[in-house]
């Protein structure tokens, strides 16, 4: 039997990436590119401006498709970033062949979130949380409850 070739594995989406703005991602891409393409280094000999726009094109079109290799990996798969309160948490939702970065608040509003999605829980690390009730998650690997209605003040009439 001949064995079958391993491809390399992709890295995963980190939190760095999702905290720095993508025109800083693009650009550190497309430094990478040029610097493995001719050996020099962006700074000290930068391209023409048609062939610097090439890079940045690139750099753009690799980070798109490593967003949405992912998003083909995990289905219907959402990561959470949970922060401490006054920190503006952000959602990273996954589900079907789209790929958005929504805000905490967000996934309250059970329009914005398929019901269907999945979190990473921020307890045990697995992607195993799921809607209960409205506003309500649980972990199905370690059985651990997160109210996401308490985390925001209500408005009193």
């Keep these: ?11 995963p989406i980190t939190k760095e990436e999702l905290e720095t703005p993508i025109e800083k991602l693009v650009a ?6 040029y610097k493995s393409e001719t050996g020099k280094t962006w700074k000290e000999e930068p391209p023409d401006e048609k062939t610097a726009e090439e890079y940045v094109r690139r750099a753009g079109k690799l980070i798109l498709l490593k967003w ?3 998003a083909k990996q995990y289905v219907k798969v959402a990561e959470t970033v949970f922060g401490t309160p ?15 970065l929504l805000p905490m608040e967000e996934i309250v509003k059970p329009e914005k ?3 269907t999605a999945t979190l990473q829980c921020p307890f045990c690390g ?5 809607v ?3 506003g309500v998650w649980q972990c199905k690997n370690c ?3 997160i109210n996401t209605l308490a985390w925001f003040p209500r408005k009193r009439r």
Excluded at 86 to 100: A, F
């Design 86 to 100: 006054p920190e503006r948490r952000m959602l990273l939702v996954k589900y079907d062949k789209k790929v958005e």
């Design 132 to 134: 209960l009730v409205h």
């Design 1 to 11: 039997m001949a064995e079958k070739e391993k491809k390399p594995e992709e890295e």
């Design 68 to 70: 949405l290799k992912g």
């Design 143 to 145: 059985w651990r409850t």
């Design 126 to 130: 697995q992607i195993s949380m799921k």
């Design 113 to 115: 979130v398929p019901y």
């Design 28 to 33: 550190r891409k497309a430094e990478e590119l």
